[in-house]
Nanobody
Framework: QVQLVESGGGLVQTGGSLRLSCAAS????????MGWFRQAPGKEREFVGS????????QYTDSVKGRFTISRDNAKNMVFLQMNSLKPEDTAVYYC????????????????WGQGTQVTVSS
């Protein structure tokens, strides 16, 4: 079973950048597709993006395309979410998630989740 710990959240102004990190332990990292999700107050947790096991394929929700980039370092068991040109509507708790073999956009296909890290974008 894999454990996930996110870090790197914080308060940033509109147009700023943040880089979130997710450290994985307890599993063979390269066998897991990784996803990033976010949950704003009063809203459901939504898909942000995901990355394949090798890191050579990614996908993103439309609202972050061109602004957010997911990458991973399989040697260090880490996945990253680089967020640029941040907007107030990006404010949310951001979660990383792991799924064996897959790198789906479906929340219910990820059995492993981190505790989340808060991102707040001020206007």
């Amino acid at each position: 079973q894999v454990q996930l710990v996110e870090s790197g959240g914080g308060l940033v102004q509109t147009g700023g950048s943040l880089r979130l990190s997710c450290a994985a332990s307890g599993g063979i990292f390269i066998t897991y597709g990784m996803g990033w999700f976010r949950q704003a107050p009063g809203k459901e947790r939504e898909f942000v993006g995901s990355i394949s096991r090798s890191g050579d394929s990614t996908q993103y929700t439309d609202s972050v395309k061109g602004r957010f980039t997911i990458s991973r370092d399989n040697a260090k068991n880490m996945v990253f979410l680089q967020m640029n040109s941040l907007k107030p509507e990006d404010t949310a708790v951001y979660y990383c998630a792991a799924a064996k073999w897959a790198w789906t956009s479906r929340r219910d296909e990820y059995p492993y989740w981190g505790q989340g890290t808060q991102v707040t974008v001020s206007s």
